[in-house]
């Protein structure tokens, strides 16, 4: 071997092992030469961790203002969750962590003590860290609204007879149908003065004699106090009738 040909294998030598100690350098978690922590980012790329649901049991949507919630219940299906490094639920609304999750599949129910006493949304979210990242699942919300009452009544009416109306509702919006029963008398739709209030009634397209909503403020079944606006057919009558707000 001629000695310029020693030199050049010693310098490829050389390059070699800067080569490798400048990658042992590198800032990743574990340590390029951690064959564990390669394995498991190999893994990841191959079968990445996905969220393949994250949904609320209970309660049932929506409560009514003033009700509070008290225990919530999750479940969840974690794709590859085993590569994973943690995973737990979160109150996005609150800020804070609800569970932490130790399973592929499950569900839990957990206490929890909250209320709202105007319309809300309160946010729940899964969340999956891996290798530093967050997988985010879809949010997922408990509602709260104001109570719609309708049905057949008197001539007048006070927050007694609103909370003796046949039916209640949670809604949020005013507009749509209001179906109330055959009995005679005439027939309310009570609504929160706070809401967007319809421009019209109908029924089946032709407009339905209304009289100028009376304000009542009532008390609802969770202690809230409430502004509604009392809407009457201008007539009495016993058929039943599906009315359209608009």
């Known amino acids: 071997m001629s000695f310029v040909t020693h030199l050049y294998d010693l310098k490829l030598k050389h390059m070699d092992k800067t080569i490798t100690e400048k990658f042992a350098e590198l800032e990743i978690p574990g340590g390029i030469g951690d064959l564990s922590s390669i394995e498991a980012r190999l893994a990841a790329l191959e079968n990445p961790v996905s969220i393949l649901s994250f949904t609320i049991i209970s309660p049932v949507n929506p409560l009514e203002v003033g009700e509070e919630l008290t225990n919530i219940s999750f479940s969840w299906e974690i794709e590859n969750f085993a590569i994973a490094d943690s995973a737990r639920v979160i109150d996005v609304t609150g800020e804070e962590t609800l569970y932490t999750i130790l399973t592929e599949t499950g569900s839990t129910s957990q206490p929890i003590s909250m209320s709202k006493t105007i319309p809300s949304t309160n946010s729940f979210r899964l969340d999956v860290f891996i290798g530093g990242k967050t997988i985010p699942s879809t949010v997922r919300t408990v509602s709260w609204r104001?109570?719609?009452?309708?049905?057949?009544?008197?001539?007048?009416?006070?927050?007694?007879?609103?909370?003796?109306?046949?039916?209640?509702?949670?809604?949020?919006?005013?507009i749509g149908n209001y179906e109330i029963a055959d009995e005679l008398g005439y027939k309310w739709i009570v609504l929160p003065k706070s809401l967007t209030q319809p421009t019209d009634f109908r029924e089946s397209g032709f407009p339905v004699a209304m009289q100028s909503p009376v304000e009542v403020t009532m008390v609802n079944d969770y202690g809230v106090s409430i502004v509604m606006n009392a809407y009457r057919t201008t007539n009495s009558f016993s058929d039943p009738i599906t009315i359209e707000a608009v």
């Open 146 to 174: 104001y109570p719609t009452y309708y049905g057949n009544g008197g001539s007048t009416i006070n927050a007694d007879g609103i909370k003796e109306l046949a039916t209640k509702s949670l809604r949020s919006s005013t």
